[in-house]
Every structure is written in C-alpha cells, then in structure tokens.
C-alpha cells in the first residue's frame, strides 16, 4: 500500500482545512487507518483513525469536536476534515494504515505497517 497524503497549508486560525490520504496499491479493505500529527522537535502525536469496513471513528480526547475523518470507498482515499483550527495545530499531518491495528494499540504507531509522506499544516494567529 502506498499513501499520498495532501491538503496541507496555510490558513488563519479559526479556518478550515480538508487534509486526503489516497491509497494506491492495494483496496483499504481490511485495514484501519490512522492520522497522526508531528511538530518538529516533538514524538508524533495521534489524531485519529477509522476502520475501512465498518466506518467507524475514534479521536484522541482532544481533537474529538473539531476533527472529522471520514473515506471515500470509490477514491480509495480517506480524509481528514479539520475546523476551528488553532495555532497549536501546526504541524505535519501523517496518515498511515495497518491491519493488526485493534482497540487497544489504534494510537501507536508502530500498529500501521504503512505511512504517507506528511502534509504541513501551518495556522496564523
């Protein structure tokens, strides 16, 4: 599986961002995928994840009301939608996928056995 992550930018806080994750080589079918957040300096950081199949999502506590993932099974994409954004969520955005990913380990990164290449992220005050 090969991820191109894309949307990344430039925006004043408050705005928004869609951020897409699109899979080449293989259907999602199967996998779990995750979003993950690096600022430089700092370990990677987990922002949320969603299972291919059953379309279900799970946030850290503190991106729960503002970050939104959801697919797109035709565009073999995922997508990450990011409101009211802040100062604090500069960053570079990873997205990754992986099939032994399960409840207890969705926010470790070595569950995802595939990574994007990061998209940057800046929010202006």
């Known amino acids: 599986v090969q991820l191109q992550a894309s949307g990344g930018g430039l925006v004043q806080a408050g705005g928004s961002l869609r951020l897409s994750c699109a899979a080449s080589?293989?259907?999602?079918?199967?996998?779990?995928m995750g979003w993950f957040r690096q600022v430089p300096g700092k370990e990677r950081d987990f922002v949320g994840g969603?299972?291919?199949?059953?379309?279900?999502?799970w946030y850290s506590d503190s991106k729960k009301g503002r970050f939104t993932i959801s697919k797109d099974n035709a565009k073999n994409t995922v997508y990450l939608q990011m409101n009211s954004l802040r100062p604090e969520d500069t960053a570079v955005y990873y997205c990754?996928?992986?099939?032994?990913?399960?409840?207890?380990?969705?926010?470790?990164?070595?569950?995802?056995?595939?990574w994007g290449q990061g998209t940057l992220v800046t929010v202006s005050s």
């Open positions: 990754a996928a992986g099939r032994t990913v399960i409840r207890s380990n969705v926010a470790a990164q070595n569950a995802y056995a595939y």
């Open positions: 080589g293989s259907t999602l079918r199967g996998y779990r």
């Open positions: 969603i299972d291919w199949n059953s379309s279900n999502t």
